[in-house]
């Protein structure tokens, strides 16, 4: 059978463009922004959310973290303290088999996941409540009057978009349309590194479990700089009867400068590379067969985040202040990582619970935007206990009430009470 398939001769015109109107618009498609999107759609608002990459999950599920953290309390019984989607994928997950509970590791309860389960648990969810969907866009340039931005351009290789919404919600991971609209922004001093997850399969699971962990940090401080290792503590977190081997033990640099940024991955997979080959010299019988199945996209913990109308301080996290606009609660450790070859740990007590403040994610001025996720405002220790995933769910919903209840005024003179009650679960529940 002869095919006669037509085509077009098509030339581009700059003033091509398409535009959509929504109430909210969410940047950044990793766990926060999701968090943000589901919950406005509860909420009965319409929602594009958009991500330069052109899926969906962030580092959630590209970086292969693997790890759900700040879901739960400290202490010898752990309890849930971050519901809203986390209840939906805890459930979902554990019922495909997908989780592993790990307890006893910094005093809580820490939930390994299937990336591949949570990446289809994320596409679907957004499916469901009919999220809007633009990937593989970047940010262009932000139209704001005043305190409210009004519009933004998106650049994507099928055209341009422009979007104008009521409010949106900053979970870049990167501040980058609170940077972009002009509002004031935080970048460190000093490095703060992030790491390059690999996954390997193929390990042996027995001998794997005999390995004791200090010894190894000692054997990999003693050896790190002959086998030109940076890092020099970690984690391996087995899955059980799969022979494979989640591995968090490099530091990466995480610059803000665009070809420097370009190579941070090349850096991570030579660090990650070095380390399977001291790991197989080191301990053969666990990893002797050992081949690296997935390498993540670069793990970014902190870059730049928003000056806030209020800065967190680690002093306020170690004291467990409870703001009077808290939106959110976590007992997880300050986890700082500013140091090449090892981590800050302080990790905190059984009835330890510190919170993060609603102004934390309000720039200064701003009405109708708010950054969620790890560039919320704090000092680089207070950011590190509150930037993993039950924090980041938790600021993700409290942003998408937050613009609900402002409506067409500031999200700086809601109700906070009424707020507050619709966040109990995450501020209260037991």
């Known amino acids: 059978m002869a095919l006669n398939l037509q085509t077009r001769i098509v030339r581009h015109t700059p003033s091509q463009i398409r535009r959509t109107v929504v109430d909210v618009c969410v940047l950044g498609a990793g766990i926060t922004g999701v968090s943000a999107a589901i919950e406005a759609r509860k909420l009965g608002r319409s929602v594009l959310l958009v991500d330069a990459a052109p899926v969906l999950g962030g580092q959630a599920v590209g970086s292969v973290i693997g790890t759900f953290c700040g879901v739960y309390s400290n202490g010898p019984q752990p309890y849930q303290v971050v519901h ?63 305190g409210r931005v009004l519009r933004t351009v998106f650049h994507t290789r099928y055209g341009d978009v422009e979007v104008e919404a009521a409010g949106f919600v900053d979970a870049s991971g ?52 002959a086998e030109g290792l940076r890092r020099h503590d970690g984690f391996l977190f087995a899955a059980p009867g799969q022979g494979r081997c989640l591995i968090n033990m490099t530091h990466i640099e995480t610059p803000l400068e665009p070809f420097a940024a ?3 991955s090349l850096d991570g997979r030579q660090q990650a590379d070095r380390l399977v080959g001291w790991l197989k010299k080191t301990y053969p019988a666990s990893f002797a067969a050992a081949r690296v199945r997935t390498y993540g996209l670069p793990g970014i913990r902190q870059t730049r985040w928003i000056v806030g109308r209020h800065h967190i301080l680690a002093d306020e996290v170690r004291q467990g ?42 720039p200064p001025g701003a009405d109708n935007l708010l950054a969620a996720g790890r560039c919320i405002d704090g000092d680089p220790a207070a950011l590190s206990s ?45």
């Open 84 to 146: 809203g989607i986390f209840d939906d994928i805890l459930r979902d997950l554990a019922a495909q088999a997908a989780l592993t509970p790990i307890t006893g590791r910094r005093n809580t309860t820490i939930v390994q996941y299937d990336e591949v389960a949570l990446a289809r648990w994320v596409e679907q969810a957004l499916d469901r409540w009919q999220v809007k969907l633009l990937l593989g866009a970047m940010l262009g340039p932000v139209e704001r009057q005043g």
């Open 174 to 225: 990167d501040a980058a349309l609170a940077y972009a609209a002009g509002f004031a922004c935080r970048e460190p001093e000093e490095t703060l590194y992030g790491t390059q997850m690999i996954l390997l399969e193929g390990i042996d699971e027995t001998a794997l479990a005999a390995v004791d962990r200090r010894e190894l940090q000692r054997a990999l401080a003693r050896d790190a700089a």
């Open 262 to 264: 370009s190579r941070m």
């Open 321 to 362: 202040v409870r703001f009077a606009d808290a939106i959110a609660r976590c007992s997880w450790p300050i986890e700082l990582h500013n140091a090449a070859h090892d981590v800050h740990w302080e990790e905190f007590g059984d009835d330890h619970m510190h919170y993060v403040p609603l102004g934390s994610m309000i």
């Open 386 to 430: 509150v930037r993993v995933m039950g924090p980041c769910v938790a600021t993700g919903a409290a942003a998408a009430h937050a613009l609900d209840l402002a409506s067409a005024g500031s999200v700086g003179q809601i109700d906070i009470a009424a707020l507050q009650a619709r966040l109990s679960d995450n501020l209260n529940r037991r």
